[in-house]
């Protein structure tokens, strides 16, 4: 097929998008990582960089496995820009224990660990921070079992625990909250079935009250899809794996093609990032001729 839409490195294995955001006039992409080969392990964070989702550079590796607290790998996460330094919230791995960890850069390209890392130990099995702001507060998430934990900051590096945002009946992976107009979405990824699900519902800084569960229409082996804010949108990028995670090729997975995600007439909808509306547009393509399947 051809991967002119689909970000993906030259080289090695490729998994959940990362800290996903646009800072100092560039869309930043970071991405679990292997360096060392094409399947699962010594899990970094790759890094590229584009202005138009059309043409991509694949950047540095920005976060290495490389401390006592995550040297058997630096797991997904998000980012956030306050006051022109971006801050990166990953989970950090050392012999199966995961704790939360923060990183902050002035340049998106190279990053410092906090010096007091990690800044949350749940105790329990828990990973996929996500932050977001509301009511001009800084809040996160972390997918656990059976439930997702609640925290909100008094600093980019201290947070406290609020409650449990939501009960479920699965481990929550990469959850995502995120406000669409009146409406808050709940995004999770599911290790029972491998794939992402939506629920519409509200926020009230306690707990997400479910309203009912939306669906999009999605490509195959589509998982652990980011979203974030970039002009008052939100901008949707998953993860494209084949069906057994093995390839002859010289790199194994890729990023879907980025969407405008929204809630239009009590439906979940998406469509492609503006420019790549508009390139599909002039060269008489449609949406549904973009097969994302690996």
Not at 128 to 155: C, H, Q, R, S, W
Not at 270 to 277: D, F
């Amino acid at each position: 097929m051809d991967y002119l839409f689909h970000y993906h490195p030259k080289l090695n294995w490729i998994n959940d998008p990362n800290g996903l955001c646009y800072f100092n006039n560039k869309f930043h992409i970071y991405y679990q990582y292997n360096p060392k080969g094409n399947s699962w392990g010594n899990i970094c964070w790759g890094h590229a960089t584009t202005i138009d989702f059309l043409n991509y550079t694949e950047e540095n590796i920005a976060l290495y496995n490389d401390t006592p607290y995550d040297k058997d790998g630096c797991y997904s996460g998000n980012s956030i820009v306050i006051d022109n330094v971006l801050y990166i919230y990953y989970t950090s791995v050392v012999n199966n224990k995961q704790t939360q960890s923060v990183a902050y850069s002035s340049d998106g390209y190279k990053f410092i660990k906090y010096d007091k890392n990690p800044i949350i130990d749940t105790i329990e099995e828990a990973r996929d921070p996500y932050v977001f702001i509301f009511n001009n507060e800084l809040y996160m998430i972390i997918g656990a079992n059976k439930k997702v934990l609640l925290y909100k900051a008094k600093t980019p590096f201290e947070f406290e625990y609020v409650s449990n945002l939501i009960d479920m009946d699965e481990f929550i992976e990469c959850p995502n909250l995120i406000n669409l107009g009146d409406k808050y979405l709940f995004k999770y990824s599911s290790m029972v079935d491998r794939l992402d699900h939506f629920i519409i519902g509200s926020f009230d800084g306690i707990r997400f009250i479910k309203e009912k569960e939306v669906s999009l229409k999605l490509p195959k082996n589509y998982y652990a899809s980011q979203t974030f804010k970039h002009n008052n949108e939100y901008i949707i990028i998953g993860w494209i794996h084949n069906d057994n995670y093995k390839t002859d090729k010289l790199f194994n997975g890729y990023l879907s093609i980025p969407r405008i995600i929204y809630y239009e007439n009590n439906t979940l909808k998406t469509k492609p990032y503006k420019t790549l509306e508009k390139y599909f547009k002039s060269n008489k393509l449609i949406d549904d001729d973009i097969t994302e399947e690996y």
